[in-house]
């Protein structure tokens, strides 16, 4: 059956400039009280809002089932998504018999996994859904659980994800009821040798593993445990190397002939070497096998089980980070800490080093800080306002939240030394937080402590004006380490750093998609409507960001992130961040308007403001500051709509932009007329604006605003701008 069909007003793909609209003067609270209200993200074409992806674009058409989860590649040219839609199978290149052997009478796809191009707005096939029935009473019945929580490379070229459908050849004596991993070469065509290959596979082989199915107590909806990947985390950016776990079931993972190893293990794939390598191993000298079901052991190195959340791993594919219990038996602890092996922690290590060993992320203890002397202990569940050199970074066990931890993903920077995290507590010895999940970042660099390498991004308080105290949900971290994006239905943040910037919802009834840029110490709000308005759904968990922090893709129920959203079902979206302001020499006549001013020495700052305009048509701005800051520019004109037979003018906002100065300077800013506008340019032959600059910088620095006329021509586009400036600035201490 065919999808429900959307007007598309712009094009959908592209990859360029990109202008971001704010709505009012007013919203920016530089010239009023209110907050400000900016959007770092938006879509390619211009505007607020974003670009949809889960769209066929060949029929226009909107998925016509929810999409679940969204991955874009490293260098931002890929979306990788999961969606049950059934409408994007027809042209995707399959024959009629591969079709009907995949559609056996009386069964249909449901969904699956598709890449979509952003330059072309092309849409391929990774894998097929859940085979399911089709007819009679038990239609909806899942028969095969088909594709799921992908993972892209960096390129976009490879794409991992668990299936139970079988799409390598294997020996009939291979078992094929349990589900497993693969990876997709997208530069290889389907059917053809190489376009998939098995991931969850025996050290040394490519021969799948073997799980004891006798200790399946109940059927599992199409297809028993085995191995399972988690969405965005698992793939390394060249591909090679993919993380996964052993489900509930025991493997013969890594190297057995029979399913002996304990099920709940982490478990690294060297594809380029064929070798699979057990990461949640005992620590040297452990003495905790039985605790997983093995062997008593002197030595260490044997299965520890205790991967029973998600895992992620690094760019370079050196490192991983997974949430996990047995912690106790795989790395170190101090006297009078909990030995509770069911308690989870987060858990780090390089892989790939010899002797690697396995190290906690943070917690209340700090084994590894070298003024702690090993046989000193830590008081739990004592004082813990206590601080010394054997104490971590916090108040409480990262589990000790009533918010449970099973569902989150530490998240690691391309070569693994950076990790965000979430956690329930708060920085020792503070005791007074909200019971929220919060926002961390930490460094694992050889010689830094626990403390001194975690900083605390976001805290959860009550009373605060708007909403406190909801917990931050999911997170995802640029590979370069700089932006953080994350989702959460809170509307406060109160903590001086980063510097909260922009506008947040005043209502707070929706999880909204959230963005840390760490080189500039700020946070803000990522996407709004795409006419300036609050998003009218939520932000679905695992956002992901691409390896410079330019472009996120996520999932999202608002349906007024695009004009024409019409199918009533969560769908992926991508947006773009705004380009940081170049530099530039000072004109000679820069400021004469404005008679000219010292920057440096002034009692009250001002901003320099001129625009000039570039031989494309766009308009080009140079702002003068006084130091770092956010800049943020927008050109209001009015336009002619017609509301029956009557013609009527709009004042709407015709082009934006933002952007970070670093330093005092001229900084310079393009604002680029909206597409949406074109054709009322071309009516017209020009159209006059008012460009309005604001200037934000950390607190308490003053707040300054300026404005200026300019106007945007039709057809002689290398006229200069003309227009006086009118200099309104205001403080904010």
Known sequence: MRGLVFVRLGRVGGLGRVGILLVSLVALGVLALAPAAYAIYGPVGGGLGANIVSVDNASDEQANAPTTDADISGNGQYVVFQTKATNFFEDDGETQQEKEAAEPPGTEREGGIF???????????????????????????????????????????????????????????DNTENVEVYERDMDVAPGQAGAYTLVSAQNDSEAPAGYDDSLVTQPFAGGDPGAEVWPNTSVSANGQYVVFRSGELPSSLPESSTPTTPAGQLFVRDL???????????????????????????????????????????????????????????????????????????????????????????????????????????????????????????????????????????????????VAFLTGSSLRPNTLKADALDLFVTSMAPGVTRKAGTRELTLAVNGAQGNGTASITSIALSADGTHIIFVSQRSAF???????????????????????????????????????????????????????????????????????????????????????????????????????FSLTGTASPELGLRVKRAANGDLIVLVETPGAGKLTARATGTIATKVGKKDHKKKVVLAHVTGITHAEGTATLVLSLAAKYANDLQKAGKLKVLVTVAYTPPAPAEALADEVDATFLAGNAKRAAKGSSKVKSTAKK
């Open 115 to 173: 890449r979509y191009y952003r330059e072309t707005g092309g849409l391929e096939l990774v894998a097929s859904g859940n085979l399911v029935l089709s007819e009679g009473k038990e239609a909806g019945k899942v028969l095969v659980r088909g594709a799921e929580n992908p993972s892209v490379s960096a390129e976009g070229r490879y794409i991992v994800f668990s299936s139970a459908q079988q799409l390598v050849p294997r020996s009939r004596s």
């Open 272 to 418: 380029q070497n064929k070798t699979t390598t057990l990461v949640t191993r005992t620590a040297i000298g452990d003495n905790s096998g039985p605790e997983c079901g093995t062997a008593v052991s002197s030595t260490g190195g044997e299965s520890a089980c205790g991967a029973n959340g998600p895992a992620s791993i690094s760019a370079d594919g050196s490192t991983v980070a997974w949430l996990g219990s047995h912690a106790p038996s795989q790395t170190a602890f101090l006297p009078n800490e909990s030995l509770n092996e069911a308690v989870p922690y987060y858990l780090w290590q390089r892989w790939v080093e010899p002797g690697a060993r396995t190290r906690r992320v943070t917690g209340i203890a700090d084994p590894e800080d070298p003024e702690c002397k090993s046989a000193e202990e830590v008081v739990e569940p004592g004082n813990p306002t206590v601080t010394g050199p054997c104490y971590g970074p916090l108040t409480y066990p990262e589990s000790s939240s009533q918010i449970g931890l099973n569902t989150q993903t530490p998240v690691l920077s391309s070569d693994g030394y950076k």
């Open 494 to 596: 109160v903590l001086s750093e980063p510097f909260p910037v922009g506008s947040f919802s005043q209502s707070a009834q929706q999880s909204e998609l959230y963005a840390i840029d760490l080189p500039t110490n700020t946070l803000e709000r990522a996407i709004l409507g795409a006419e300036g308005v609050e998003p009218n759904g939520s932000t679905l968990a695992n956002p992901t960001v691409s390896a410079n922090g330019e472009y996120v893709a996520f999932v999202s129920s608002a349906s007024n992130l695009i004009f024409g959203d019409a199918n009533g079902v969560a769908d992926a979206f991508t947006a773009t961040l705004q380009s940081p302001t170049g530099t530039a020499a000072s004109p000679a006549n820069f400021n004469t308007v404005q008679g000219g």
